[in-house]
């Protein structure tokens, strides 16, 4: 059974030379194929983020803002904290004081919660986790050759070393298939030449 064995390149120069030496190694022409990256439209980009994400992440903002507030309203409500603007035994301490203290730390908290919650979840959007998280090759020629044994292989993956390739390995384990186009129509898909018996 064929293996298809691939090494990536910096330059055109440097594959073509790969994809010579692989000729003069004894590799059939038939199967030996150059690949370059294909170009990211930048349409694909997600900038999608759910209205449910940000309700979601809005809410537990104001559920944690919300509740610190209402905390220090109740502890300045029962005179543990003093108020800057309230002399000690000008209001009197009662349950409508103490509820009163407790609803005015409430609603600003919560309010600072919700916006601090949904830009939070804006600035973690997936369009900067997707920007941060690839790491995909975006220049240089990829070029594939089919062997049909472990000697043919280890031949292959030596002539491309040889020629200062980057990376070599097995395509379908070191690069994204669906990633690389091949410059002209006598080639096949990457996918589709990777997933042949």
């Known amino acids: 059974m064929k293996k298809l064995v691939g090494g990536l390149f910096q330059t055109q120069e440097d594959a073509n030379l790969a994809y010579h030496a692989l000729l003069d190694s004894g590799f059939p022409d038939a199967e030996i194929s150059t690949f370059v990256h294909k170009p990211r439209p930048s349409t694909t980009r997600s900038t999608d983020v759910r209205v449910q994400d ?15 507030g209402a905390l220090l309203g109740l502890l300045i409500g029962l005179g543990v904290l003093p108020h800057p603007f309230l002399e000690p035994g000008s209001a009197p301490r009662d349950g409508l004081f103490v509820f009163m203290s407790i609803v005015w730390g409430l609603i600003p908290g919560g309010l600072v919660g919700v916006i ?16 941060m998280s690839r790491q995909i090759e975006k220049r240089g020629v990829l070029v594939t050759v089919n062997v049909p044994d472990a000697q043919s292989e280890t031949r292959a993956r030596r002539v491309m070393e040889e020629r200062r390739a980057v990376k070599v390995g097995l395509p ?18 990457l996918r589709n030449l990777s997933e042949t018996p």
């Open 172 to 189: 379908s384990e070191k690069w994204d298939l669906d990633a690389w186009a091949s410059p002209n129509d006598r080639s096949p898909s």
């Open 54 to 68: 940000i309700a979601r992440s809005a809410f537990i903002g104001g559920l944690i803002v919300g509740g610190l």
């Open 116 to 131: 601090l919650g949904a830009a939070l979840r804006l600035l973690q959007s997936p369009e900067k986790a997707e920007v």
